[in-house]
């Protein structure tokens, strides 16, 4: 585009020149002629310098549009960290809410999976009916484990009478 540039104004004048240095003729169609033939030229100038305008401007909005283009999609890429972000923002929330309803302590809030509330409600029962269970298997050992012979009968507190006591169930 710069080589059309710089020899546009070179065929211009050129142009020019050649209509001057032409003599004028006897007859007047020749005239009307080149009148005709000038006024052509210079439209045809005129056209160019105008196309040449309207190239640039054209390129010009093209980068303006890539520019856009761009933007719009950093501004995509933003909203989609945002949702993402409160996504997780409210399944925490979620979490929280059903622990507290169920019963369960706060540090374990963040265990629950679930898409939704209802299954994070149905995870948190399973949580708690697995440590309920395990609570009440350790809270209450069977005799064997405590130790205790028959269910009621006393321990006697002197170590020698305990064992004692552990000698006669041997035998």
């Not at 130790?147 to 009478?161: I, L, N, T, W």
């Given at each position: 585009m710069?080589?059309e540039?710089?020899?546009?104004?070179?065929?211009?004048?050129a142009?020019e020149q050649a209509?001057?240095?032409?003599?004028?003729?006897?007859?007047?169609?020749?005239s009307?002629?080149?009148?005709e033939?000038?006024k052509?030229?210079?439209?045809?100038?005129?056209?160019?310098?105008?196309?040449?305008?309207?190239?640039?401007?054209?390129?010009k909005f093209?980068?303006?549009?890539v520019?856009?283009?761009?933007?719009?999609?950093?501004l995509?890429?933003?909203?989609?960290e945002l949702?993402?972000?409160l996504?997780?923002?409210?399944?925490?929330?979620m979490?929280s809410?059903v622990?507290?309803?169920?019963?369960?302590?706060?540090?374990?809030?963040?265990?629950l999976?679930?898409?939704?509330?209802?299954?994070?409600?149905?995870h948190?029962?399973?949580?708690?009916?697995?440590?309920?269970?395990?609570?009440?298997?350790?809270k209450?050992?069977s005799?064997?484990?405590s130790?205790?012979?028959?269910?009621?009968?006393?321990?006697?507190?002197?170590?020698?009478?305990?064992?004692e006591?552990?000698?006669?169930?041997?035998?």
């Amino acid at each position: 585009m710069s080589e059309e540039n710089s020899t546009a104004p070179a065929d211009q004048a050129a142009d020019e020149q050649a209509v001057a240095v032409e003599e004028p003729t006897t007859d007047g169609g020749a005239s009307e002629t080149e009148a005709e033939l000038a006024k052509w030229k210079a439209m045809a100038r005129k056209n160019e310098q105008n196309a040449k305008k309207l190239a640039e401007k054209a390129a010009k909005f093209d980068e303006l549009e890539v520019a856009n283009q761009s933007e719009s999609e950093k501004l995509t890429k933003r909203v989609q960290e945002l949702e993402g972000q409160l996504r997780t923002s409210e399944m925490s929330v979620m979490r929280s809410k059903v622990a507290a309803e169920k019963g369960l302590e706060p540090e374990l809030a963040e265990t629950l999976t679930g898409e939704n509330a209802e299954e994070m409600a149905e995870h948190a029962d399973r949580l708690l009916d697995a440590i309920n269970r395990r609570f009440t298997e350790k809270k209450s050992p069977s005799p064997e484990q405590s130790g205790a012979g028959a269910v009621g009968q006393a321990q006697p507190s002197d170590p020698a009478a305990l064992a004692e006591a552990v000698l006669s169930r041997r035998r």
